[in-house]
Each structure stands twice: as C-alpha cells, then as structure tokens.
C-alpha cells in the first residue's frame, strides 16, 4: 500500500491541472458586456458584505483579515462554486494591494511618534527576521520533516509582521507612543528583506548564492529603497506645495501616485520598492501638504478596498479540504515561531536598546500575521518549487490559527503588563486649502476631546501677525469670535493665514494643542521632521 503523502500529492496535482483546464475555458470566454454587469454586481455585492463585516470585528474584537479570508473561503470551489487556481495572478494583486497598504501605513505614521523607535525597529526588522528565519526553519525541518530548502523558505515567509494586521490593532490598543510607534515601523520595515529572501531561497535549485552574496543583495536592496524613497518624497512634497492644483480632489491622487512611483522606481533600480513606498508615505503623510485629512481619508478608503480584495482572492485560492492535512504541522511550526523565535528575536534586537521587558513581552506577542505571508507563499508556487503548496496550505492555517489567538489578547495582555498609553493631549486636526489669488491659506482646525486647546480664549492663542481666527462652529451653529470667545471640545475653527506665516500659524495651534496656553512660555519648539522633510511638527524640545 503507498504511503500516503505521495497519494495526496498527486491528488493535489491532479487538481491543480483540473483548475487549469477550467481556468482555461473560462480565459476563452469574451469579456461581454452583460459579464462585465454580473462581475460589477458581484464585487459591489461583497464589498457591502465586507463593509458590514467590519462592525462585527469591532464588537467581537476579531481581526478584519479573518473575516475576509472566511468571505473567500466560502464564496470558493468547497463553498458556493467559485473557482480561482491562479497564483502567479495572486501574486501580481497581491503585490499591488501591498503597495496601497504600505502607501496608506506610510501616510498615517507619525514621525514624531516612530522617530525614537526607528533604530530598534530597523534592526528587529533585519537582524530580528533572520533570527526568527533560522529558527523557524529548523523547527519546520526537524519537527514537520520538510527539506531545508522548504524550511528556509517557509521561515522567511512567516517571518514578516503584516502591516494591514498589525495598522488596524494598533488604531484600536491605546499603547505608549515609543511601543506603538516600533511595532508600526517594524511592520512597514521588515517587508522588504522578508521579500527578498523569499526570491533568494526560491532559487536555491536553480541559482545557489553563498551567504555572503544573499547578505550584500539584501544590503543593496535596503539601501536603494531608502534612496528612491526619500528622493521621490522629497521631490513630490516641493512639487504639491509649490504648485496649488485646481481642485483638492487631485491632491490624494497625486500622493498616492507618488507612492506607486517610489515602488516603481526602486523596483525598476533594483532596490526594495516596498520599502521606497513606505518611506515616500511617511515622508508625505508628515509634510505640511495642503488637504492632509482629505489625502488621509482617501488613501484610508483605497487601503481598505485592497486589503478587502486581497484577503477575498485569498480565500478563494485556498481549498479547505486540503488545509487539513497540514493542520497539525502548521499548529506545531506556529508554535515555534510564536514561543521560541519571535521572543528571542526581541529580546536579541531590543535588550540593547534598554526596552523595558514589559514592552519585549508584549512586542513578542504583537507579531502579527496578515496577508503578506499568504501572498509571499505563492513565490514559491509560481517558482515551481515541489510541495510549495503546502508552503501555502501551513502558512494560510498559521496565519488564521494565530491571528484569532492573538488578536483578540492584546488588549487583554497589554492591560496585564499595565502598558496603557500614558500620553497626555491629542493633536489638533488641521487641513489646509491654499488659497492662490489671495496668497494665503485657509486652516480648517478641529479640536479633539483630549486637546489642552479646551478652555483657551481666542486671544490666548497668540498667533502670528497675518493670521486670525474668522470662524467658530459649535454644535452644528457657526459664529464669528470675539478675543475673548473660550474654545471647547468638538469645536472647529477657520484660520486665515498668509503664506508668509501659514507655517507659523499652525505650529502655533499644535503647540497650544498639547500644552495649552502656557506652551509658548514653556518653551516649546517641533522638532524637525523624518528625513527629507523640512518642519513636520513633533514633540516639544526646550529651546535655548
């Protein structure tokens, strides 16, 4: 009698040439445009159904990706008949919903709040991810039985922090700035080498390279991104803030042009174009652009239209009858790298960096996987590689397994370790419109609930000469201030500013944002943005 592995490797082979054959007949059928009307009323139809999901994740503290993935799974081959067997087209998708979600994490970071992390997360998401690589491998060759080339393989695929995953918690646990802002930069970091040995461990068959040529790949690579990132954010935030475009609905096209720019550009030069992509983000998100909220809710809303599509085609691509073969080794391979290789990267990476063990504690837990590994996983597949799609099989059950463990026990486990965010005042938000013919700019300026800005009179803002507040608008009713006028909570102002001191102005409302009207004669001052960008406003520093 054979042994079974060889069985379900060839069912799994004649499957994959009945997807085909299918595949074929249906690329054989013209795009009508009455197919065109059933592929349009099927997207719509599962975007509302996406959409509606995200309430149910936010009551059940279940993470969004899983919801989707389930939408997938159920509209697919073992659901109701929907077929897709393609993964070099998952792959091609899934790298261009990766740029979106790294464009709109680069957008939304806050350079203040990463800037005293970015040296721990660089070398977590280089250093860190070759350790959890090498341990991961061993624990997949010696416990699962995988050859090493498979185990290196399946270890730097599962060894990327999933931006999408690890974004939306973040937006959820109120964690101090110096934690959150190491996981965020972490996940928008370690994309780009955990691609890289992905490619390299692919072809090992056909193209070995000694450690030390992988080393130097992975080094040119970074450093090309970095290059081609800063180079196109800086160009592109001189270019929108000297050139006023004729509507404000070109400003978050443009961006988000400029970010699928920066990734074209590094891949293209040979670099990491995911890591050119999350810097040009950061760099723009943190500039002084005109419209900045309107640029951020856009990008947002395209994030999430790639994030719904990319985790739906996933689940479509997955067969959940063939999931349970690889259950148990992708329970054991889970283990490994949630217990053993994730801790011990960090307490590696981190200890030098004095972080408290509380933080390393639940930095180890707040690895979470999301749709990056997944679509990693068909590198492989589309290489050729043999067994790769039990790559895909353990890494879609790890990722599904751990993240509805992990997920949900964040919160739980950060209010354990007594992490809450201790920070004080939350920034105002301020959206600008330039205003051409008048050489000034108009400031929309919102007041949230934990701003110092509540209680301070008009006249105690001390704006610059050039700048005054025209507008108040308080609970739906709009008034003209007087100098004496108290703000509260909830409320929006119009600023009116000459291009002269636009800048002044408005460091001056986030100064009084977060330390009230005394800010001024505490002698607070931004410190300078990331680099390439002139003035982004930061935490105060006492100035001489």
């Known amino acids: 009698m054979p042994p079974p ?5 060839a069912d799994r082979t004649d499957d994959r040439r009945d997807r085909r054959d299918r595949d074929q007949k249906r690329e054989d059928r013209p795009l009508t445009v009455d197919r065109l009307n059933e592929l349009l009323l099927a997207c719509a139809l599962v975007l509302l159904v996406a959409v509606a999901a995200v309430r149910l994740s936010t009551r059940s503290g279940l993470p969004t990706l899983l919801i989707y993935l389930g939408i997938g799974v159920t509209m697919g081959q073992d659901g109701l ?78 060894s990327s922090t999933d931006a999408a995953a690890v974004f939306s918690v973040l937006r959820v646990i109120p964690l101090p700035r110096r934690l959150s802002g190491m996981l965020e930069a972490e996940s928008g970091f370690n994309d780009a080498p955990v691609v890289i040995l992905v490619v390299a461990f692919s072809a090992l068959a056909t193209d070995p390279q000694p450690w030390y040529q992988l080393v ?83 990008a947002d809303g395209v994030a999430w239209i790639a994030q ?66 997944i679509v990693l996983a068909t590198i492989p597949m589309v290489a050729g590689i043999e067994q790769s799609d039990r790559i895909f099989n353990i890494v879609f059950v790890l990722v599904v397994v751990y993240t509805l463990v992990q997920g949900p026990t964040l919160p739980w486990l950060a209010r354990k370790l007594r992490l809450g965010a201790t920070d004080g005042a939350t920034d105002v938000d301020i959206e600008s419109a330039p205003l051409e013919r008048l050489r000034g700019h108009l400031l929309s300026v919102s007041i949230p609930s934990a701003s110092r800005m509540h209680g301070v009179e008009i006249n105690e803002l001390r704006l610059p000469p050039g700048s005054a507040v025209t507008l108040v608008v308080r609970n739906g009713k709009s008034f003209v201030p007087t100098p004496t006028t108290v703000l509260t909570r909830g409320d929006e102002l119009l600023v009116v500013a000459t291009n002269a001191v636009r800048d002044q102005a408005e460091q001056r409302l986030i100064a009084v944002g977060r330390g009230g009207k005394l800010a001024g004669w505490l002698g607070r001052r931004p410190h300078p943005g990331p680099p390439g960008v002139s003035g982004s406003p930061g935490r105060s520093a006492p100035s001489r």
């Open 5 to 9: 592995a060889p069985t379900r490797r």
């Open 308 to 373: 719904i599509g990319l985790f739906v085609l996933l689940g479509l691509l997955a067969t959940p009858s063939a999931l349970t073969a690889d259950f148990w080794p992708a329970i054991l391979i889970g283990l490994a790298l949630t217990l053993v290789a994730r801790p011990l990267s960090v307490v590696l990476c981190l200890t030098p960096f004095r972080m408290p063990w509380r933080q390393q504690m639940l930095m180890s837990w707040a690895g979470l996987r999301g749709a990056v590994p």
């Open 81 to 158: 008949g929907v077929e897709f067997s393609d993964p070099e087209l998952m792959q091609v998708l899934g790298y261009a919903a990766l740029v979106m979600i790294l464009a709109e994490g680069g957008l939304a970071t806050k350079w203040r709040e990463i800037r005293p992390a970015v040296g721990g997360a660089a070398v977590l998401a280089t250093f860190g991810v070759a350790i959890s690589v090498l341990v991961t491998a061993a624990a997949a060759h010696y416990l699962v039985g995988l050859s090493w080339q498979l185990s290196l393989i399946l270890g730097a695929v599962v």
């Open 216 to 298: 130097g790949t992975i080094v040119f690579q970074l450093a090309v991104g970095v290059l081609c990132g800063l180079g196109v954010g800086k160009l592109g935030e001189l270019g929108l803030r000297r050139i006023a475009l004729p509507a404000s609905g070109l400003y978050p096209i443009a961006v988000l042009a400029l970010c699928v720019l920066s990734y074209a550009v590094g891949a293209l030069a040979h670099g990491s174009g995911f890591l050119a992509t999350y810097i040009t983000g950061l760099i723009l998100g943190n500039a002084k652009l005109p419209h900045r909220p309107a640029v951020r809710g856009f």
